[in-house]
């Protein structure tokens, strides 16, 4: 089996080899792969990602390429710069090349509508890769962590770390508050943000109706919450204004809950220029987070952000990789969930994974025993 596979790449190789030999033709810059699929038997994937500005999108885009490669398929990997037009040309262009299926990210999962009515035209099978697309029946499968309970992971982590809850994440814990919070989600146009904040809110509203948690500015709201695109800088902007609107009267800020690590750390840069001391003793909040992006996970090792959640990026390429080759056979994919991902048009069905919390204590049993990052760059921060 194992040689026959090799046989067929081998030839799959050398006939692309010749053709790219031949015309001269190359993929334009980051393609993996420009040529049109399929003239020699080889599928061709397209893969839109996001963004390479955080660490995670390029961590997912290199392990669904590997997978796909190993599975014997050609790969068309781009990333979207965070801009909308640019990732849908992208996947235009995927299309109108030939590849056989889309794997996809999306930067604003009610904008891709006319690409992938184009895809269907042509029979090519769209996977949403992490992120929802909304309003089109043309996504066919979804694969993603349960994002409702990553937010109410990130919320019961504020709640340990402000001892409101036993380090269980169950039991009362030794403290009843009140404590000031204040409250940030993702960007409202990827459908991710709403449920972390809903699992958040959910979680955290007992707290705040018995007044053990204030958010001292009122901002409870998403659309007051949100931060388009998930972009430290914007974090850090609100985050100063918060502290200037709220907390120039010398009360103190005890909690912030933050969905992604890159949002924490504009927060907490944010925090330490307004005199937040480094450790939690001297006075830096709890701050929450997502991804366990390195510069983050050193952070908590160093007791300065509080938490994050891992969610193991590369379990979600293989998952997508399995989906892929299902349809590339022919067959449907398995899905563990039919029920919770309704797109407005459609429930999608889904492939749920499964996310931890991560706290300084954990750091080497959740992240390095399992190989997502070793113990030099845990303490150096750096990938
Ligand atoms: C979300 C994703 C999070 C985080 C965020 C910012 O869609 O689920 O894990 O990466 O985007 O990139």
């Not at 995670?56 to 599975?71: M, N, T």
């Not at 990333?79 to 999306?106: C, E, H, R, W, Y």
């Not at 770390?161 to 146009?189: C, R, T």
Request: with cysteine.
């Amino acid at each position: 089996m194992k040689s026959l596979k090799i046989v067929a790449l081998g030839a799959a190789l050398a006939l692309s080899l010749a053709a790219c030999a031949g015309d001269g033709a190359g993929g334009g810059s980051g393609e993996s792969s420009g040529a049109p699929a399929a003239d020699d038997g080889t599928k061709t994937v397209g893969v839109a990602m996001p963004t390479q500005t955080s660490e995670r999108w390029i961590a997912d885009g290199k392990a669904v390429e590997d997978g796909l490669k190993a599975a014997g398929y050609e790969v068309n990997l781009q990333f979207g710069n965070d801009d909308i037009p640019t990732q849908q040309q992208q996947i235009d262009q995927m299309i109108t090349k030939g590849v056989d299926l889309l794997i996809v990210a999306s930067i604003d999962g009610t904008a891709l509508a006319n690409q992938l009515d184009a895809a269907a035209e042509k029979g090519i099978p769209v996977i949403a890769y992490d992120r929802l697309i909304n309003g089109t029946k043309n996504v066919d499968f979804y694969v993603t962590f349960d994002n409702y309970n990553v937010g109410v992971q990130q919320a019961t982590s504020l709640l340990v770390g402000l001892g409101l809850l036993a380090e269980d994440g169950k039991a009362a814990g030794a403290e009843s508050g009140p404590f000031n919070v204040e409250l940030f989600a993702g960007s409202l146009d990827d459908n991710n943000a709403h449920f972390f904040w809903k699992g958040a809110i959910d979680t955290l509203k007992p707290f705040m109706d018995d007044g053990k948690i204030v958010v001292k500015s009122g901002q409870t709201d998403i659309e007051k919450a949100a931060t388009l695109r998930w972009l430290q800088e914007t974090a850090q902007k609100r985050m100063e204004d918060l502290l200037t609107s709220t907390y120039s009267d010398g009360s103190k800020l005890d909690g912030v809950l933050s969905p992604y690590d890159g949002i924490s750390r504009g927060i907490i840069t944010a925090l330490q220029n307004a005199g937040y001391g480094p450790g939690q003793d001297a006075g830096l909040p709890i701050v929450t987070g997502q991804d366990a992006e390195i510069a983050s996970v050193k952070l908590i090792n160093d007791g300065v952000q509080f938490s994050t959640i891992f969610k193991d990026t590369r379990k979600l390429a293989t998952q997508a990789v399995t989906a892929a080759e299902s349809y590339l056979k022919g067959e449907e994919p398995e899905a563990n969930d039919t029920e919770t991902y309704d797109n407005k048009v459609k429930i999608v069905p889904s492939y749920l994974l499964e996310s931890d919390i991560v706290y300084a204590n954990n750091i080497k049993s959740l992240l390095v025993d399992s190989g997502y990052w070793t113990d030099a760059q845990v303490a150096s921060g750096q990938a």
